[in-house]
Antibody, heavy 116, light 110 residues
């Protein structure tokens, strides 16, 4: 059974950093694209970043240069390092597994609150 | 910048059929956008309904179907039920390793 278990998240000051983790089971991330998606309170879903099976990464313009997606194949984990956080980064962050260019499986989400 | 468009709040009668669409402010949606559809109830993680235009995700009943209709991607729900009342999002692959969600459609069953 495919599962994505997320950890990390919490309250951080503006300008601070946070790392989200996503542990995958039931499949190998080395043969999957993996994504991060976020949802601000009361708002819609927004694609944030992806890493493909070659390790190539891409980002939405809103986070480019501040966020870094990475993976540890041995641990079957994907991470999102978030630096220079802003109030507008406040959201629930979901990790997701890609199948045929769509998100087939989702984690339960991690709440990130950026506030002083 | 191209935006992915979805309908404003929509309603369907119980047992009825509804088609939600996903378009682009510039150009047409094609299978090469690999449209996917997600269902979300408040406070819950999204649930995948359809990916790659018309492939149902595991466990999704066949009353949910995906297609390309004209210049848009479409999600059709037949035999609408009360628990279909939630938010629906589409996502498109925009090329160069980037994806974009539509703004979502809130569906009411009444």
């Amino acid at each position: 059974e495919v599962q994505l278990v997320q950890s990390g998240g919490g309250l951080v000051l503006p300008g601070g950093s946070l790392r989200l983790s996503c542990r995958a089971s039931g499949f190998s991330i080395s043969s999957s694209y993996m994504h991060w998606v976020r949802q601000a309170p009361g708002k819609g879903l927004v694609w944030v970043s992806h890493v493909n099976f070659d390790g190539r990464t891409t980002y939405a313009d809103a986070v480019k240069g501040r966020f870094t997606i990475s993976r540890d194949i041995a641990k079957n984990m994907v991470y999102l390092q978030m630096n220079s956080l802003r109030a507008e980064d406040t959201a629930v962050y979901y990790c997701g597994r890609d199948v045929d260019w769509g998100l087939a499986s989702w984690g339960l989400g991690s709440l990130v609150t950026v506030s002083s | 910048q191209t935006v992915v468009t979805q309908e404003p709040p929509f309603s369907v009668s119980p047992g009825g059929t509804v088609t939600l669409t996903c378009g682009l402010t510039s150009g047409s949606v094609a299978t090469s956008h690999y449209p996917s559809w997600y269902q979300q109830t408040p406070g819950q993680a999204p649930r995948t309904l359809i990916y790659s235009t018309n492939t149902r995700s595991s466990g999704v009943p066949d009353r949910f179907s995906g297609s390309i209709l004209g210049n848009k991607a479409a999600l059709t729900i037949t035999g609408a039920q009360a628990d279909d009342e939630c938010d629906y999002y589409c996502m498109l692959y925009m090329g160069s390793g980037t994806w974009v969600f539509g703004g979502g459609t809130k569906l009411t069953v009444l």
